[in-house]
């Protein structure tokens, strides 16, 4: 699958936002519980055109409604109601496409209005980014990890969409060294 490479990093940036939630509906570790953890976050993907000093409580809260709405759309049980969710997200949004060269980039395609919260700048070019997803009819590579206990979220962009786990270094791994031990214990 050619996926260009704001798409790509789009697509970082939801499945990041998203595994800031907690686990599960018990776990109470939300690693963007506060102002200082989302001007980290966005300071770590160099969100662009938006002022980390001037981020407060309301964009944190906005921040948390974006990123359940990015959950709704990977749990979406179909193609149309994937679409839905992302033409409703973009809308809010107030998508606003334009062409931009900043930072040394090339030309690529900003979605969010000038000035945008990050809520909406966050709602916008990662909605579009699912929504290529969907378009391509690729929907079935946002997945949840089959790790027990674990719900992180990736886009699997394998050739042959076998990925299972977020990541084959912890998840993968640990369910590997699990199953090589159960049967160790049978033998």
Known sequence: MLINHDTRCALGHTVDLLNTRPADAGDT???LAD???LRAFVA?????D??????GADDLRAVHRVRDRFADIFAAPSDR??????NALVADAGTTPQLTDHDGHG?????????????DHLAADCGMALGFIVVAGERER????GAPGCGHAFVDLSRNRSRRYCSNR????????AAYRARQREA
């Open 35 to 37: 102002v200082a953890a």
């Open 29 to 31: 570790g939300d690693a």
């Open 142 to 145: 946002l997945r949840w990890c």
């Open 81 to 86: 109601a994937a679409a839905e969710l992302v």
């Open 107 to 119: 030309w690529h395609v900003h979605y969010f209005a000038p000035g945008a919260s990050v809520a």
């Open 44 to 48: 770590e993907h160099g969100v662009s």
């Open 50 to 55: 938006v002022r980390v000093e001037k981020l």
């Open 170 to 177: 912890t998840c993968g791994n640990r369910l590997h060294v």
